[in-house]
């Protein structure tokens, strides 16, 4: 299936290899033994928050125009042609703690370093107008470690990103500094809102206001 954004340009989905002993068909980079894609982990744990009643995260739906259709039978049809009506923001967004969460999924192939590339200046953008009004932002990075998933608060991503004409990646080992890491568990899969709580605590001074 072919899509283009409302410009008229074609996507081209982004390649992400994983490695060779965790490749999947779709070459994502999965958990080692719970064989998961970090997308399905990050859905798997927004259901278990929901249902234990700690938070309201949901994976937001990509807006899409439908302008080709094929119908090799009555029962059957096949959609062959759409576009992006407007480009993506993030990935998820919620409710915790009376606080708005906003955040990213990313991961990569790489073992010690990851490419600013993998995000897009309208999510940088985003990142930049909910930060504004006090939201907590912030992405979830997973490198090519099955076990590990690091949370990076959005507003250190946006300090490299304002340098990137001076670089191209971030060392893992500043990630591992500025951000929290998230060790792989079963319930939820990945543990995000123990680090948000500390992310909340950390910037709570610098914020306009806080809610009790």
């Known amino acids: 299936m072919t899509f283009s954004y409302p410009n008229g340009k074609k996507y081209h989905a982004p390649a992400q ?23 399905d982990a990050i859905n798997d744990s927004n259901d ?12 937001k739906p990509t807006p899409v125009q439908i302008v080709h259709v094929d119908y ?19 990935d998820y967004n919620g409710v915790y703690r009376g ?23 309208h999510q940088i953008d985003h990142f930049r107008r909910c930060l504004a009004q006090d939201g907590i932002c912030f992405t979830l990075m997973q490198f090519a470690d099955p076990d590990t998933v690091y949370l990076f608060p959005a507003s250190t991503l946006l300090d490299y990103w304002d340098q990137y004409q001076g670089r191209h990646s971030i060392p893992r080992r500043e990630v591992v500094a500025a951000g929290y890491t998230l060790s792989v568990g079963f319930a939820p899969v990945i543990p995000y809102l123990d680090a948000v709580d500390a992310l909340i605590a950390r910037t709570a001074p610098q914020r306009k206001g806080t809610i009790n």
């Open 17 to 39: 290899e994983a490695p060779a002993e965790t490749k999947t068909e779709n070459d994502h980079v999965i958990f080692g033994k719970r064989g998961m894609r970090l997308e």
């Open 72 to 90: 090799p039978a009555r029962s059957q049809a096949v959609i062959k042609e759409a576009y992006f009506r407007t480009p993506s923001t993030t």
């Open 99 to 121: 606080y708005y969460l906003d955040f990213e999924a990313k991961q990569t192939k790489n073992k010690q370093s990851f490419p600013l590339k993998n995000y897009h200046q």
């Open 48 to 59: 278990y928050y929901r249902s234990h009643g700690r938070a309201v995260v949901y994976k």
